[in-house]
């Protein structure tokens, strides 16, 4: 694996932990990106790069 694409698997890990953290606390419906990018820590265009939409990223996480 070389550097890039382990940023890119750590990036992608750090929305999926933000994304179930902020389910703890309340319905999916109601989560934003914006959330999800600033409790990850990272830009709304690297969510993006990632992933189409909050149901994609549900998938993703399901997935795994």
């Given at each position: 694996m070389t550097r890039?694409?382990?940023?890119?698997?750590?990036?992608?890990?750090?929305?999926?932990e933000a994304f179930l953290r902020l389910l703890e606390k309340k319905d999916i419906s109601y989560i934003?990106?914006?959330e999800i990018c600033?409790?990850?820590g990272v830009n709304r265009s690297?969510?993006?790069?990632?992933?189409?939409?909050?149901?994609?990223?549900?998938a993703e996480v399901e997935n795994e």
């Open positions: 890039l694409e382990s940023k890119y698997f750590v990036t992608a890990t750090k929305m999926d934003t990106v914006k600033e409790t990850a690297t969510f993006y790069l990632h992933y189409s939409d909050i149901p994609g990223l549900l």
